[in-house]
C-alpha cells in the first residue's frame, strides 16, 4: 500500500490555511465530527439514516481534479493546491531565482520522487487553486495577453492573487511586475473600487451592507494585507491615504480601518481612524440584546442619531482611552495658549507686555465662544479649527504687532499639527490617563 502524500510547506508561509488531510487513492478516512454546540438537536440513529442523502460529501474528502488550464501533458512537475492537480514545466518554476529551484535539487525519499505523478504530487499548502491559476497565467501567459494588466480591462483580483503567490515563493521580478500594475491600477483607475457604495439598512434590525461594498471592503483588506507581505511602502501609502478619505464617508470604512490599522500595527493609520469612530459612532461591545445578538463589526442605526458600532473590549478601551486624553488635552490647551516668539520689531515699536495681553485675551474669549462649546471637548482638533477662523477675521483692530500676530497664527497651525502626529499615543489602552 503506498504511503499519504507528505505535504509540502514552503518556508515562508504569510496566510497559512487550516491544514489539509491528504490522503491517496487507497486510503480512506472517517468524516470528523461537528463540535456540538449550545442548542445543538441530538439526532438518532433512525432520523440520521433519513437524513443521509442530504448530507455533503466535503470537497477535500474527494479525489483530486486535473486543471482545465494548467494541467499540461508534457509537464514535468505535478502540484496539488486544495483539490487541483497542476502539471506544468520545472524549468518555468524554477526561473527567477524561485523557491522551487532548491526543491527540485532535494533528495527523494523511499516512495519515489515527488511530482512526477497524480499519486504524488508535491503539496503546496496556504494557497486556493484560483490564486495558483492566476498565478501560473502569469508564467506562461503570451506577451499580448499581459498586455491586458496594463488597461483598463485590468482584473485586480488576478493582479493580487499573482503578487502574493509570487512573493511567497521568491519570484522576485514577477512579484515586482504584479505590485507596479496594481499600483498602476489604483493610480488610473480607482472608482471601480473605491466608490462610495449606498448601504442598505432596515431599521431597527441590523444594517446589512451591499455587494459592492462588501466587495471594496475586501479588496482594500487584501492590497493592505498584500503591501505589508510585500514590504511595498507605496502601495502601502496610497491605501492609507485612500482610507482616510473613505472614513468621511462611511462608518463601515472608519471601523475596517481601525481594524486593519490594529492588525498591522499602521500608526499613520490608527489615530485618525480611532478619532472618526469616536466622533461618529456610539461604540459598545459585543453580546445579546433585543433578540439580536451582536458581534464585532456590527452597524445599527438609533433614534439618537449616530450608529451603534459594535468594537471589540480592547478597541472600546482605547477609544474611552482616546477620549479621555483628548478632553485633558483641551482643559490644558485653554488654560494656556500656544506660545510664540515675539518679533524682534515689537519690543521696539510696541509694548511687548500689551501684545501678549492682547493675544491672552483673545484666546480666553475665543475658546468660551459659541463655536468651540458647540462641539465635544474631545474634539479637540475640530475647536481648534474654529479658532483659526476666528482669528483670521480678528483682522487689525488689536494690539498685537503684524508679525506676532503671524506668528501667534503659526503656533496654532503647529498645535494642530502636533496633536494629528500624536493621535494613536491618545488611543492606547496602557500609560497615563
Known sequence: ??????????????????????????????????ARHAGSIDITASESSQLEPLIMVSEESKGPV???????????????????????????????????????????GEFGEEGMSD??????????????RHFLWALYALPSELTIVR????????????????????????ETWALDAIQEYLERNMSPLFNDNPLIRMFPTLSTRSSAL???????????RLAQMCSHSRLMDTMIQLLQKLMSGSLHYSYLAMALADEFNLRDLRGAAYLEVMQTSVFVCPGVGNGHTYVE?????????????????????????????????????????????????????????????SWTDF??????????????????????????????KWGSATYMHHDCKSAARRSIHEKVKQIQQALPDYFTEGGEH
Open 363 to 392: 484666546w480666553k474669549e475665543k475658546t468660551r465662544s459659541e463655536g468651540v462649546l458647540s462641539l465635544d471637548s474631545a474634539n479637540v482638533l475640530g475647536r481648534l479649527g474654529i479658532i483659526v477662523k476666528e482669528f483670521d
Open 297 to 357: 463589526g456590527d452597524i445599527q442605526e438609533t433614534s439618537e442619531g449616530p450608529q451603534r458600532l459594535v468594537v471589540s473590549p480592547m478597541q472600546q478601551l482605547r477609544l474611552l482611552s482616546g477620549y479621555h486624553r483628548l478632553c485633558k488635552a483641551w482643559d490644558r490647551l485653554r488654560a494656556v495658549p500656544p506660545q510664540f516668539e515675539h518679533s524682534s520689531s515689537c519690543g521696539a515699536t510696541w509694548h511687548q507686555h500689551g501684545c501678549t495681553q
Open 214 to 224: 462588501l466587495e471594496s471592503e475586501g479588496q482594500i483588506a487584501r492590497l493592505i
Open 1 to 34: 500500500m503506498d504511503s499519504p502524500v507528505a505535504p509540502f510547506i514552503p518556508v515562508l508561509e504569510f496566510y497559512p490555511e487550516p491544514d489539509i488531510v491528504i490522503e491517496d487513492e487507497h486510503t480512506q478516512s472517517p468524516l470528523r465530527k461537528r
Open 119 to 132: 499519486d504524488h504530487p508535491i503539496v503546496l499548502q496556504g494557497d486556493t487553486a484560483e490564486e495558483f
Open 151 to 174: 488597461s483598463p480591462k485590468a482584473d485586480l483580483s488576478r493582479l493580487i492573487d499573482i503578487a502574493k503567490v509570487s512573493s511567497k515563493y521568491t519570484f522576485k521580478s514577477t
Open 66 to 108: 486535473r486543471d482545465n488550464a494548467y494541467y499540461m501533458t508534457d509537464g514535468s512537475c505535478v502540484l496539488r493546491v486544495q483539490n487541483t492537480l497542476f502539471k506544468v514545466h520545472r524549468t518555468i518554476l524554477s526561473k527567477d531565482q524561485s523557491f522551487f529551484g532548491p526543491l527540485f535539487t532535494l533528495p527523494q
